[in-house]
């Protein structure tokens, strides 16, 4: 049991290093400005005041009461900034460094139950690279990784300010496009395949995309709004390849 609890501690610490470390010092900072200040004779004030009931200045005290304080904020904004790093690690795909399929699908969400309002319309796109196995196999993994990373450029590139790129998974992208309705947003699911039909990627033959637009509508389910647009996007490929398909 004891050993149980000593592992269980230690895996516990290499999870949480940094708060274990901070937790700690704040700690033993306050306890080292509380002897220090006892030192400074303010245990023996404030028993004076308590025995004889006469006035006397509670500075140390007070200054005790401020450092720790002070200590606290400290140790605080460390957590605060901390928990955002966490969460925003939590959100983004390590390698392409844009959000990932959890945080995109929690939007597309909020996308939807907003749909039914009045200058609110919103539409999804989800693309993905043709034959994108052939550049793994053929160039090795590395290659991919690059291709993956030039993709997501230069669709932040031809995306609106408010767009929201997702990697949702393998070569496959997904594009939330808030007030937008779905002509609007074919429109810039074309300007992103010719973007990316014309773009020279370095030691590589042509590489194209294919596109499924569909618009969303309140009160259906993500999962059928998502099929949706999947849908599309094998009737693109079914179609030839880097095309966009709009329903």
Request: charged share 25%; hydrophobic share 35%.
């Amino acid at each position: 049991m004891n050993l149980f609890l000593i592992k269980k501690t230690i895996n516990y610490y290499r999870e949480n290093k940094a708060i274990v470390v901070d937790t700690v010092v704040l700690i033993v900072a306050i306890i080292t400005t509380g002897i220090y200040l006892h030192y400074a004779e303010a245990t023996e004030s404030f028993y004076e005041f308590t025995r004889k009931q006469e006035y006397y200045d509670l500075d140390e005290i007070i200054l005790t009461i401020a450092i720790s304080s002070f200590y606290l904020l400290i140790y605080t904004l460390r957590r605060f900034f901390e928990l955002k790093r966490v969460m925003i690690q939590a959100n983004t795909d390590p390698l392409i460094g844009i959000l990932n399929r959890r945080k995109g699908s929690d939007l597309i969400k909020s996308a939807i139950d907003r749909s039914n309002l009045p200058g609110k319309p919103s539409s999804i796109i989800m693309f993905d690279i043709d034959n994108f196995k052939s550049i793994n196999d053929t160039y090795g993994h590395d290659t991919g990784d690059y291709v993956l990373k030039k993709i997501a450029s230069i669709t932040k590139k031809e995306s609106r300010e408010f767009d929201v790129l997702i990697r949702w998974g393998g070569e496959e992208f997904m594009i939330l496009c808030p007030k937008t309705n779905s002509d609007n947003a074919y429109n810039l699911a074309e300007r992103l395949r010719k973007s990316i039909e014309n773009h020279q990627f370095k030691d590589l033959t042509q590489i194209t995309a294919s596109f499924g637009v569909t618009a969303l509508n309140h009160g259906e389910s993500l999962k059928a709004q998502i099929d949706r647009a999947d849908g599309n996007l094998y009737k693109s490929k079914k179609g030839g390849r880097n095309k966009v398909t709009k329903s």
